[in-house]
C-alpha cells in the first residue's frame, strides 16, 4: 500500500449560497452536521469558511470560535483549517481568528486575478499573516493561484517567514486565474519539489474542474480537496 | 545568419530618477536625445515611460504625444512602444494616451506583488485596455510576470481580445514577483509556444537579472530589452 492521501473537505466555501444549492451548509449547526458526515466517510482536513446571519462571508472570531468548537467535540482528531482568503474580509481582519490556534489555516502569498476583481494579497499582509500564523502555532496551507506563489513560498520558507515543510495546494480552474493544465499541474509539482524538496502538496480545481484535479492529484501520489 | 534580434530600449523606466543615476534622461529632450544614441546603436523599440516637471511618473498623453513627435522625427522606423504600466496612473488613465496610436504598447494582463505593492490589473480594465489597443491599432507588447499571465494572454488571442500573433515579454528578477530562474524561463517558452504557436517572446529582467535574462533570450532565439 502507498502512503495514504489526506482528503481535505470544503463544506462551505466563500461563494456558494442556499440559492445555488440548498444543501449548502451555511450556519454553525449545518456546517457541524456536514463536517461530521464528511468525517465519518474519511475525511480529515476541515476547510472552514463562516458566514454572518444573512449568510454572507465573514471572518467574524466569534462565528470562527463556535465552528471550532463544535468541530472538536463531534469530529474528535479531525484536522481544523480556517480560511484566510480575501472575501470573507479585507486587510488584517482576514487573520483576526488566528489567535484561535486552529491547526491550519489558508494562506495565499502573491496576488492574481479572479473572475471579477483583483484577489489582493499586499507583501505586507502576506508577511503579517505568516507572523501570525507562526506566533499561534498554525500550519498554513498555501494556496497557489499561479506559479509565482509556489516560488514565493518557497522564499519565505528560506528565510524563516513560514515554517517548514510547506504544505501547497495548487488551485487551477478559477476563471482569470490558472485553468486545470495538466502539463502546467505537473511542472507545478516539479517546481515545488525543486525548490522546497520537503514540501507536502495537495490540489484543488474549481467547479468542473474539480474531479479533473482530484484525479491529477491522486495519481501523482497527492493530497486531494473536495 | 539566422532571424535577428529585436532590441527593445527602455531608456526610462518608471521608477529611476536622477537620484539614482544623474544619466537617467527624464525630460522629453534627454529622452529623444537617449533613444537616437541607442536607435544608431542598433535597438529598434523604443519603450516608453513619462515623466512629470518633478520627474514623476505620469500618463499625461500630451507628454507622450511630444515624445511620440521627437523620435518620429529623429528615429525614423524606429517602433515606439508606450507603458500602460500602473505606476503611472490608475484605472483608465493608463491607457489615456492610446488614441495617439503609438505602434506598441505594454499590456499587463492579470495581478501580481511587487516589492512593496499589488500590480492591480483587474479584469475589466485588462479588457478594456485590449480592446482601445485593437480600435486604435496598437500592438500590445504583453508583460508576463508570471506563467497565468501567458495563459490569460493565449485565450485572449483565441477568443479575439487580443490580435494574433502574440508579442509577449517575459519579466524577471521584480521582487515578490517572478525571480530569474532558468528552468522556470525554458517553461514560458514551451508553454507560449504549445498554447500560441505563432506567437513571438522576447524578456526583460530587473536590475542584476537583466544581463541574465538577456543571455537566456539570445541564446534561445528571443529578442531582448535593455
Ligand atoms: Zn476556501
Ligand atoms: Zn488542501
Ligand atoms: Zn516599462
Ligand atoms: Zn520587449
Chains 1, 2 share one sequence.
Not at 95 to 112: C, F, Q, Y
Not at 135 to 164: K, S
Not at 178 to 183: I, L, N
Request: proline residues 7%; charged residues 20%.
Amino acid at each position: 500500500m502507498g502512503k495514504p492521501c489526506i482528503i481535505c473537505v470544503a463544506i462551505t466555501g466563500s461563494v456558494p449560497g442556499k440559492a445555488d444549492n440548498p444543501a449548502v451548509p451555511v450556519t454553525i449547526t449545518e456546517q457541524i452536521e456536514s463536517t461530521q458526515a464528511a468525517f465519518e466517510a474519511g475525511a480529515s482536513i476541515a476547510h472552514c469558511h463562516v458566514r454572518d446571519d444573512d449568510a454572507r462571508p465573514t471572518s467574524d472570531p466569534d462565528r470562527f470560535a463556535r465552528l471550532k468548537e463544535g468541530l472538536e467535540t463531534h469530529c474528535p482528531g479531525m484536522v481544523i483549517q480556517f480560511s484566510t482568503g480575501g472575501r470573507s474580509g479585507s486587510g488584517r481582519e482576514r487573520g483576526g481568528m488566528l489567535p484561535l490556534r486552529p491547526d491550519m489555516a489558508s494562506l495565499t502569498v502573491g496576488s492574481n486575478n479572479f473572475p471579477t476583481r483583483v484577489y489582493e494579497n499586499s507583501p505586507d499582509l502576506v508577511d503579517w499573516l505568516a507572523s501570525e500564523m507562526i506566533a499561534h502555532d498554525v500550519l498554513p496551507e498555501i494556496e497557489a493561484f499561479d506559479l509565482g506563489h509556489i516560488v514565493q513560498a518557497a522564499r519565505m520558507a528560506q528565510d524563516g517567514r513560514l515554517r517548514r515543510p510547506l504544505y501547497v495546494q495548487f488551485v487551477m480552474g478559477v476563471r482569470n486565474a490558472m485553468p486545470a493544465d495538466e502539463r502546467i499541474f505537473d511542472f507545478y509539482i516539479e517546481t515545488l519539489e525543486r525548490l522546497a524538496p520537503d514540501a507536502l502538496w495537495c490540489a484543488a480545481g474549481i467547479g468542473p474542474a474539480q474531479i479533473v484535479l482530484n484525479e491529477w492529484a491522486i495519481s501523482r501520489g497527492g493530497h486531494t480537496r473536495t
